[in-house]
């Protein structure tokens, strides 16, 4: 590390500087010198700058006031994040498993992927704290409990893929995850009830822009091609695509593992947080970050797809 990136990193750190993510992480290590030790001083920070408790949110729902809406929004919520462990210990042992085979071929992609595996242990806490204020509430609301059988089920790990690949399906989840609670944020009353799924959403955009930083510090490498990003989110996009969520006619059928969202419930309510559209969007917004190519519609992420592959 460069004496200056020193200075400013340590200056960060005890000026009480805002924690943020590192946006541009590939010239941070290659051209400002940063080490992973300031990365991880960053994702530190940042991790514990966003820290809040389960048990204080919990204790602000007024249970009696909640809807049957209510109460089927926070059970299938609790089912999407039983998923995210396996995910994140995935990730993990992705990420070591290519800071590895990079290590002496390209030492700067090792030290992404190494940022990338030590993210994940933020990432796999925040998670925890997902997963079991929505799976409390709809055990404190009655709803039918999860069985250790289910439980171990929605553990199962998801099959490895390309490094970028899995960061923009990452990148895509958190996307997802983000605008169904935002959605229904809108349509929940109780003001307890409003700011966990107000927190978690924040939470999901957090982890998308993390997603989002190690695909392009990826890309920007020269080491990974853009085509594989437009690869994985022309498979959401296209029609009946993973996009379509639980309104898809045909779904999945993995035999690995869950993914909740294809299965959501609606116990009789007509209410389904997809919001297609803005999902569009924020993913051709994240693909303009990892890639720098600008996109504005599935049409176009589809034409650009096609026009890479022949690069
Ligand atoms: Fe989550
Ligand atoms: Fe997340």
């Known amino acids: 590390m460069t004496a200056p990136a020193r200075t400013a990193a340590r200056d960060a750190g005890r000026t009480g500087a805002q924690?943020?993510?590192?946006?541009?992480?590939y010239a941070a290590l290659t051209e400002r010198g940063m080490s992973l030790v300031d990365v991880t001083w960053e994702q530190h920070r940042l991790h514990e700058s966003r820290r809040w408790s389960v048990v204080d949110m919990l204790s602000a729902v007024d249970l009696d006031s909640l809807t049957a809406r209510d109460r089927i929004l926070v059970w299938?919520?609790?089912r999407a994040e039983l998923t995210t462990k396996p995910?994140?210990?995935?990730?993990?042992?992705?990420?070591?498993?290519?800071?590895?085979?990079?290590?002496s071929v390209n030492p700067s992609v090792a030290a992404v992927m190494e940022a990338c595996g030590t993210w994940s242990r933020y990432w796999n806490e925040e998670e925890a704290h997902h997963e079991t204020v929505f799976i409390q509430l709809?055990?404190?609301?009655?709803?039918?409990?999860?069985?250790?059988?289910?439980?171990?089920?929605?553990?199962?790990?998801?099959?490895?893929d390309d490094m970028l690949r899995t960061l923009v399906l990452l990148a895509i989840s958190e996307i997802t995850a983000a605008v169904n609670y935002g959605q229904c944020q809108h349509v929940v009353e109780d003001a307890g009830l409003r700011r966990i799924f107000k927190q978690v959403a924040a939470d999901e955009i957090q982890h998308r822009?993390?997603?989002?930083?190690?695909?392009?510090?990826?890309?920007?490498?020269?080491?990974?091609?853009?085509?594989?990003?437009?690869?994985?989110?022309?498979?959401?996009?296209?029609?009946?695509g993973e996009l379509q969520g639980s309104t898809r006619e045909q779904r999945e059928?993995?035999?690995?593992?869950?993914?909740?969202?294809?299965h959501l419930e609606t116990g009789g309510s007509d209410f389904r947080p997809e919001a297609i559209e803005k999902k569009e969007q924020l993913i051709c917004g994240a693909l303009k970050k990892i890639t720098g190519i600008a996109v504005g519609s599935r049409d176009e992420v589809e034409d650009t797809w096609m026009d890479l592959l022949d690069t």
């Open 76 to 78: 299938n919520a609790g």
């Open 209 to 240: 822009n993390y997603f989002v930083s190690f695909a392009k510090a990826l890309v920007d490498s020269g080491e990974y091609h853009p085509k594989d990003a437009f690869a994985v989110a022309h498979l959401f996009l296209r029609e009946d």
């Open 253 to 262: 059928n993995r035999g690995t593992h869950v993914n909740w969202w294809d």
């Open 19 to 25: 924690p943020a993510i590192i946006t541009d992480l």
């Open 87 to 103: 995910g994140a210990d995935r990730l993990e042992r992705q990420a070591e498993a290519e800071c590895r085979r990079w290590g």
């Open 138 to 160: 709809a055990q404190a609301t009655g709803m039918e409990p999860i069985s250790d059988e289910t439980f171990i089920q929605f553990r199962q790990v998801f099959p490895d």
